[in-house]
C-alpha cells in the first residue's frame, strides 16, 4: 500500500543542467498535482496534472519548467538550465479524483534538489 | 498581499497547556479550508477540515470566520508530539487547488 513515490529524493545540479523530477502517485489516483517550497516558505502550487492532460499550469514558471503525466509511467517534472533560485523542495501530491470531497492531497516526501 | 497570511510564530507552548492561532486569507472567494499538518523536512499531511460551523476532532478545534475572513486552529491538552508547522489552506477552485500559507510553527516543551 505504497503511498506517493517520489525520486530522486536529492539531487545537485550544476547551474546550465537540466533536473528530472519523478512522481508516482499513489494506487488507484489519477490526479497529479506540483508543489514548490522554498526555504522559509509556505508552498506554491505548480501544476495539475490528470493522465495525459495539463489541466492548470498558472503556477508554473513561464520558462525552463514543464511537467507531464504519461499514461504509462510517472508524472515527471523538469527544469532544464537550472539556476541557483530552482533550489527547492519539490513535492507532489495525489488524489483519487479532483480532491473536491475532502479536500485531502496525499504528498510524497520530495525531491530536495540544490542548484550549485 | 499573499492569499494565505501566517503568523509564523514559533509557538512555544508547555506540555499540557492551551495554543490557538489564526490565519487569514485574501480571496473571499475562497470555498473551503483544511489545515495540514508538516514535521520538519517532511511532507504536509492533512490535519484536519474547517468547516463553517466549526469543528472539533479530538484536541483539535477549527473555527471559520468568513465575514473577517479568518480561520483558527486551537490544541487543547498539548503533547510534545504536536510540535510542528501548522499549515492553513484555502481552496479557490472546485477541482482541488490548495492554496497553503507559510504555517506556524508550534513547539511543545516539557
Known amino acids: 500500500n505504497a503511498g506517493v513515490m517520489q525520486n530522486p529524493r536529492h539531487l545537485v545540479r550544476r547551474r546550465g543542467q537540466e533536473a528530472r523530477l519523478r512522481c508516482s502517485p499513489m494506487k488507484g489516483h489519477s490526479h497529479v498535482y506540483w508543489y514548490r517550497q522554498l526555504p522559509e516558505e509556505g508552498l506554491k502550487f505548480m501544476v495539475y496534472?490528470?493522465?495525459?492532460?495539463?489541466?492548470?499550469e498558472s503556477g508554473m514558471p513561464k520558462e525552463r519548467f514543464s511537467a507531464e503525466f504519461p499514461k504509462e509511467g510517472p508524472s515527471i517534472l523538469r527544469i532544464q538550465q537550472v539556476v541557483r533560485g530552482d533550489s527547492a523542495a519539490y513535492f507532489c501530491?495525489?488524489?483519487?479524483?479532483?480532491?473536491?470531497?475532502?479536500?485531502?492531497?496525499?504528498f510524497g516526501e520530495g525531491s530536495r534538489l540544490t542548484v550549485l | 498581499r499573499k492569499e494565505v497570511e501566517q503568523d509564523p510564530g514559533p509557538f512555544n507552548v508547555p506540555e499540557g497547556a492551551t495554543v490557538a492561532f489564526n490565519c487569514t486569507y485574501s480571496?473571499?472567494?475562497?470555498?473551503?479550508f483544511f489545515w495540514y499538518r508538516q514535521d520538519c523536512r517532511k511532507e504536509p499531511k492533512l490535519l484536519m477540515s474547517v468547516y463553517s460551523s466549526g469543528n472539533e476532532d479530538g484536541r483539535f478545534t477549527a473555527q471559520l470566520n468568513r465575514a473577517s475572513q479568518y480561520i483558527s486552529l486551537l490544541i487543547r491538552d498539548s503533547k510534545l508530539s504536536d510540535s510542528a508547522t501548522y499549515l492553513c489552506?484555502?481552496?479557490?477552485?472546485?477541482?482541488?487547488?490548495?492554496?497553503f500559507g507559510a504555517g506556524t510553527q508550534v513547539v511543545v516543551t516539557p
Open positions: 489552506v484555502a481552496r479557490l477552485d472546485s477541482w482541488g487547488k490548495l492554496q
Open positions: 496534472l490528470q493522465k495525459e492532460n495539463i489541466i492548470d
Open positions: 501530491a495525489s488524489s483519487r479524483a479532483s480532491g473536491q470531497d475532502t479536500g485531502e492531497l496525499f
Open positions: 480571496n473571499s472567494a475562497s470555498q473551503s
